[in-house]
């Protein structure tokens, strides 16, 4: 079975740049997520989708990100105009098995490394 | 939002060395999850958590769930070179993100085994 695929993994730009970033879930998993990992920290939450609407995205900084999931599949990330502070890892997650109790297995993928100079 | 400290941050041992990593909050979570992201790499779960008071081995790692679903501890017997990575726990936030809930994630704890 294939991962959580993303893309790119590594990106470098300048402050004020734009940047997108695309996840392709595991075949089948209804929710995505969006994980904002900055060094030394674990993953926050930007987003999630079930299947192509938003669930929560609470946590989304509206002014300058952006996601969405067309079609209920494949997912993209945006950030514009980008700040030295969104310097991070972004983790895209699927998960297939829904659960009252919160109890079913994300799978990451790897991640894209976003450095903002 | 449901917050989780994780303790020691950084933990540096020789091979053959036991070791416990702590997951606690002040808020009840209906499961807790650990798991673990090697560098470049995602998450991945190692374990979930339900019950108060459960207890789940996986060879030589150990988990275990406060009594009142508040806490949760991993402890590893023998530790290996092949056990380094950030270790997370994360409890699912019931009160966001729909019947799946979200996931918070704790800052981790750095584990490094010395050959």
């Known amino acids: 079975e294939a991962g959580v695929a993303q893309s790119p993994r590594y990106k470098i730009i300048e402050k004020r740049q734009s940047v997108a970033f695309w996840c392709n879930p595991i075949?089948?998993?209804?929710?995505l997520y969006w994980y904002q990992q900055i060094l030394g920290q674990g993953p926050k939450l930007l987003i999630q989708?079930?299947?192509?609407?938003?669930?929560?995205d609470s946590q989304l900084p509206k002014d300058r990100f952006s996601a969405e999931r067309l079609k209920g599949v494949d997912s993209t990330l945006k950030i514009q105009p980008a700040k030295l502070e969104d310097s991070a890892v972004y983790l895209c997650?699927?998960?297939?098995?829904?659960?009252?109790?919160?109890?079913?297995?994300?799978?990451f993928g790897e991640g894209s490394r976003l450095t903002v100079l | 939002t449901q917050l989780l400290e994780q303790s020691p941050q950084f933990l540096s041992i020789q091979e053959g060395e036991n070791l416990t990593v702590y997951c606690n909050s002040s808020?009840?979570?209906?499961?807790l999850q650990w798991y673990r992201q090697e560098p470049g790499e995602g998450p991945v779960l190692l374990v979930t958590?339900?019950?108060?008071?459960e207890v789940k081995k996986l060879k030589r790692l150990t988990f275990q769930f406060g009594d009142a679903r508040k806490d949760s501890s991993l402890h590893i017997t023998a530790a290996q070179p092949g056990d380094t990575g950030l270790y997370l726990c994360?409890?699912?936030?019931?009160?966001?993100?729909?019947?799946?809930?979200?996931?918070?994630f704790g800052k981790g704890t750095k584990l490094s085994v010395k050959p």
């Open positions: 989708f079930q299947n192509n609407g938003v669930v929560d």
């Open positions: 958590v339900v019950t108060g008071g």
């Open positions: 808020s009840v979570f209906s499961s």
């Open positions: 994360a409890g699912a936030d019931l009160n966001y993100g729909g019947s799946q809930g979200n996931l918070i």
């Open positions: 997650a699927s998960i297939a098995f829904v659960s009252s109790a919160g109890d079913g297995e994300l799978f």
């Open positions: 075949s089948g998993h209804a929710t």
